[in-house]
């Protein structure tokens, strides 16, 4: 199964697609629905307060030590 392996961010720091352990770069909004489909593994989705859904790695805060390979 597929994890994430590293970002990509734009120039205001925030993540914009994935990088996964096949080579694939997905974009955000594909790496959640992957992640919901259990096509990813290691990261989880969550609904925020204001109703958005976002991408947390499983065992970490956030994907502030994944390598950002743009």
């Known amino acids: ?32 629905a992957e992640a919901e489909n259990g096509c990813i593994q290691g990261v989880q989705s969550f609904e925020d307060s204001d ?8 065992t970490d805060q956030s994907f502030d030590h994944y390598p950002n390979l743009f």
Do not use: W
Not at 1 to 25: A, L, Q
């Open 1 to 32: 199964m597929e994890t994430i392996t590293g970002v990509h961010r734009n120039h205001f720091g925030d993540i914009i697609s994935f990088v996964t352990s096949e080579g694939r770069i997905i974009s955000y909004r594909k790496a959640l």
């Open 51 to 58: 109703g958005n859904l976002s991408l947390l790695p499983e």
